[in-house]
């Protein structure tokens, strides 16, 4: 849409800014829909810890964050959780009263798995997380898609079916960590919160893609594989019926008894009765 509005806009410089408040009011409204979408089903994604109480799934924003222990647990910094899980609210109440450190460039548990996490590798399960599988795929999909046994209904298309979306990449990640985090948070959508810079936050999960090629390839098929069922952007979904490699084990079993049977048509009257004894 934008492009064939350049040459005028280079000839109209005026119109440039309209055209920028324009772009800023969508962009702000399809961040507002998106919030909306996940804002009443995150807690419900959020892990369960040993001792934490799950909040109601409705808790007010203001509540959330370092004021909820089940949240901020989602939010503690993923190498300080022993220090968090041995006294949860001394550590949130820390935080709060700014007396421990937390920011963007802690990476918080919501972006591992509830259990996979390797001190001496960072980058182990980094941003493999279930919890954020389930927010993708409610921002995108709905939350019909996050049920192992939804139904496919009536109704709006979801963001996925408008668009046409066929695979993650990895700036649909980052955006639906940075929802994400911001859900979990008890603050009002800023681009900072206390220390917590976002567009630092923002700049650390673009570094982790554009880093490593090998990383950037086997996190995308993870996602793809989680969300879409194939391995990785391109290839064939493994929902379509695969055709089978190499014998199954049922013809391996009729191939073992016939060669038994061969063996015994060969073998003398008296060896046959001890081949039979054996088996």
């Not at 324009?22 to 892990?47: E, G, T, V, W």
């Not at 079916?161 to 859900?183: G, H, N």
């Amino acid at each position: 849409m934008i492009v064939p509005m350049l040459p005028h806009l280079t000839k109209n410089p005026d119109h440039i800014k309209t055209v920028g408040a324009f772009l800023k009011n969508a962009q702000n409204s399809a961040r507002s829909d998106d919030i909306s979408r996940l804002r009443d089903h995150i807690i419900k994604y959020i892990y369960e810890a040993e001792g934490i109480q799950m909040p109601d799934s409705g808790l007010e924003k203001s509540r959330r964050g370092w004021n909820c222990e089940a949240t901020a647990w989602m939010l503690c910094p993923r190498d300080l959780r022993d220090e968090f899980d041995a006294d949860p609210t001394s550590f949130c109440r820390d935080v709060r009263n700014g007396q421990r450190f937390v920011d963007h460039d802690d990476w918080p548990t919501l972006v591992y798995s509830a259990t996979e996490y390797d001190t001496s590798k960072i980058e182990y399960g980094l941003l493999k997380s279930p919890f954020l599988v389930n927010c993708w795929k409610t921002i995108f999909q709905g939350p019909n898609s996050v049920r192992a046994t939804s139904s496919k209904k009536g109704g709006r298309s979801t963001l996925a079916q408008a668009y046409e979306i066929k695979q993650v990449d990895e700036y649909s990640i980052i955006y639906t960590t940075i929802l994400a985090r911001f859900l979990l948070s008890s603050g009002t959508w800023d681009a900072n919160d206390g220390p917590f810079m976002g567009v630092e936050f923002f700049k650390n999960l673009l570094y982790l893609f554009e880093d490593s090629v090998e990383w950037r390839k086997d996190t995308l098929a993870w996602w793809n594989a989680r969300v879409f069922g194939c391995q990785a952007p391109g290839m064939q979904s493994s929902r379509v019926n695969p055709t089978r490699t190499g014998l199954s084990s049922v013809a391996k079993l009729k191939q073992q008894r016939e060669a038994q049977r061969n063996q015994m048509r060969i073998q003398p009257p008296q060896r046959r009765a001890s081949i039979a004894a054996d088996n």
